[in-house]
C-alpha cells in the first residue's frame, strides 16, 4: 500500500494503530457509494482515545458509524428504554475479534425519520460513554457528510469530548454536558470518491485553517500506434498544484506544495486507473508539514482519498 512505501503512518504517535475503516464503509465502496472516514483522537475514560466516525451515502441513505477505540460490547440504545440493539433496526453493536471497539450505526432513510435523532452508549474501561445525535434537519451537497444544521456527540465523564456540526447549543443542551478543555484532534481523513475524470473533496489541513477545496482531474488524448497519453492535474482552491504529463509513464511520484506557505507533501499512485480494468481506484495522500514557528497549532493530519474511475 502507499502508506506503507511512504512511512506515512508515522504522522500518528509511537505504537498507536490507525483503525480500519468499518464494514459498513468498505461495503459502500464495493457498490459505488460514496464513504468518508474521520479519525479523530479525543480524551476519553481517562485516556486519549481513537474515536473512528464514517458517513456514507447513496441514492437514498444517508448512514453514520460511530465506533470507539478500547470501548466494550453491549451498547444500549438510550432513546428506547433501554434495550439492546442490533443491526435489524438500523443501529448496532459489533465488537471486534479482540473486542477493543464497539461500533454504533445509524441508517437514515426517507422514511425513518426518527432515526435522524438518538442516543447510544458504550462503556470503557467499566465507564459510560454517550453518543448522541440529531441529523433531522441535516444539509448535504455532494459528499457523505453533512454540510450544516447537525450536531454528533461524543459524551464522557460528563464532558463533550468530540462535537461534529454546526449546532452546538443544541448539543449541550441535550447532553447536560460541559465542553471538554482540550478540542479533540482529527488525525486523518479516507475519502472515496467516484467519477469519471473529475474527483472533488474538502479539507482542513491544520486545526484552524480554512476548508480546502481539493480537484483531481484527467484528461486523454490519442497518440499514434492507438496508445493514449493522460495528464494529471491537482487543484486546491481552483489553483493548480500539481501538474502531472504523460501520467502513464508518471503514475507513481510525489511533489510538495506550498499552501498560504504551509507546505503539503502530495503523493499519488495511479496504476490502476492506466492499467485496470473496469472500476478502478488511485490512492492520492496528502500530508501537511507543521511550520518550525508554529507547530502547536498543527494537528498531525493526513487526508487518503481513493477516487474510483468509472467507466
Same mark, same amino acid.
Given at each position: 500500500?502507499?502508506?506503507?512505501?511512504?512511512?506515512?503512518p508515522s504522522c500518528f504517535s509511537a505504537g498507536e494503530k490507525l483503525?480500519?475503516?468499518?464494514?459498513?464503509?468498505?461495503?459502500?465502496?464495493?457498490?459505488?457509494?460514496?464513504?468518508?472516514?474521520?479519525?479523530?483522537?479525543?480524551?476519553?475514560?481517562?485516556?486519549?482515545?481513537?474515536?473512528?466516525?464514517?458517513?456514507?451515502?447513496?441514492?437514498?441513505? $444517508?448512514?453514520?458509524?460511530?465506533?470507539?477505540?478500547?470501548?466494550?460490547?453491549?451498547?444500549?440504545?438510550?432513546?428506547?428504554?433501554?434495550?439492546?440493539?442490533?443491526?435489524?433496526?438500523?443501529?448496532?453493536?459489533?465488537?471486534?475479534?479482540?473486542?477493543?471497539?464497539?461500533?454504533?450505526?445509524?441508517?437514515?432513510?426517507?422514511?425513518?425519520?426518527?432515526?435522524?435523532?438518538?442516543?447510544?452508549?458504550?462503556?470503557?474501561?467499566?465507564?459510560?460513554?454517550?453518543?448522541?445525535?440529531?441529523?433531522?434537519?441535516?444539509?448535504?451537497?455532494?459528499?457523505?457528510?453533512?454540510?450544516?444544521?447537525?450536531?454528533?456527540?461524543?459524551?464522557?465523564?460528563?464532558?463533550?469530548?468530540?462535537?461534529?456540526?454546526?449546532?452546538?447549543?443544541?448539543?449541550?443542551?441535550?447532553?447536560?454536558?460541559?465542553?471538554?478543555?482540550?478540542?479533540?484532534?482529527?488525525?486523518?481523513?479516507?475519502?472515496?470518491?467516484?467519477?469519471?475524470?473529475?474527483?472533488?473533496?474538502?479539507?482542513?489541513? $491544520?486545526?484552524?485553517?480554512?476548508? $480546502?477545496?481539493?480537484?483531481?482531474?484527467?484528461?486523454?488524448?490519442?497518440?499514434?500506434?492507438?496508445?493514449?497519453?493522460?495528464?494529471?492535474?491537482?487543484?486546491?482552491?481552483?489553483?493548480?498544484?500539481?501538474?502531472?504529463? $504523460?501520467?502513464?509513464?508518471?503514475?507513481?511520484?510525489?511533489?510538495?506544495?506550498?499552501?498560504?506557505?504551509?507546505?503539503?507533501?502530495?503523493?499519488?499512485?495511479?496504476?490502476?486507473?492506466?492499467?485496470?480494468?473496469?472500476?478502478?481506484?488511485?490512492?492520492?495522500?496528502?500530508?501537511?508539514?507543521?511550520?518550525?514557528?508554529?507547530?502547536?497549532?498543527?494537528?498531525?493530519?493526513?487526508?487518503?482519498?481513493?477516487?474510483?474511475?468509472?467507466?
Amino acid at each position: 500500500m502507499m502508506q506503507d512505501l511512504f512511512s506515512v503512518p508515522s504522522c500518528f504517535s509511537a505504537g498507536e494503530k490507525l483503525p480500519d475503516v468499518p464494514a459498513s464503509a468498505a461495503a459502500t465502496t464495493r457498490s459505488g457509494q460514496s464513504a468518508a472516514t474521520l479519525v479523530y483522537r479525543a480524551g476519553i475514560a481517562g485516556h486519549d482515545r481513537l474515536v473512528t466516525v464514517t458517513w456514507c451515502r447513496n441514492l437514498l441513505t $444517508h448512514g453514520l458509524t460511530v465506533s470507539i477505540e478500547g470501548s466494550a460490547g453491549g451498547g444500549k440504545d438510550k432513546s428506547g428504554g433501554g434495550r439492546e440493539w442490533g443491526d435489524a433496526d438500523g443501529g448496532a453493536a459489533s465488537s471486534s475479534n479482540k473486542g477493543c471497539s464497539t461500533a454504533c450505526k445509524v441508517e437514515m432513510q426517507p422514511w425513518h425519520f426518527w432515526r435522524k435523532y438518538g442516543a447510544k452508549q458504550f462503556h470503557v474501561d467499566g465507564r459510560a460513554v454517550d453518543v448522541v445525535w440529531d441529523l433531522r434537519s441535516a444539509r448535504y451537497s455532494d459528499e457523505p457528510e453533512p454540510l450544516s444544521d447537525y450536531y454528533v456527540a461524543v459524551v464522557s465523564d460528563e464532558e463533550v469530548v468530540l462535537l461534529l456540526g454546526n449546532l452546538k447549543k443544541e448539543a449541550f443542551r441535550r447532553t447536560g454536558s460541559r465542553p471538554s478543555l482540550r478540542d479533540a484532534a482529527l488525525v486523518c481523513k479516507k475519502e472515496h470518491v467516484f467519477s469519471k475524470k473529475r474527483f472533488l473533496t474538502k479539507a482542513r489541513f $491544520h486545526d484552524r485553517g480554512k476548508l $480546502h477545496d481539493i480537484s483531481i482531474e484527467c484528461s486523454s488524448s490519442n497518440l499514434g500506434g492507438g496508445g493514449v497519453d493522460v495528464d494529471m492535474v491537482i487543484k486546491i482552491d481552483g489553483y493548480v498544484n500539481v501538474l502531472v504529463r $504523460h501520467l502513464q509513464w508518471k503514475f507513481r511520484g510525489n511533489e510538495c506544495i506550498s499552501i498560504n506557505q504551509l507546505k503539503v507533501q502530495v503523493y499519488w499512485d495511479a496504476h490502476d486507473w492506466i492499467f485496470g480494468t473496469g472500476v478502478r481506484n488511485a490512492l492520492f495522500i496528502f500530508k501537511p508539514e507543521p511550520l518550525p514557528s508554529a507547530t502547536n497549532e498543527y494537528s498531525d493530519f493526513c487526508l487518503f482519498l481513493y477516487a474510483w474511475k468509472l467507466e
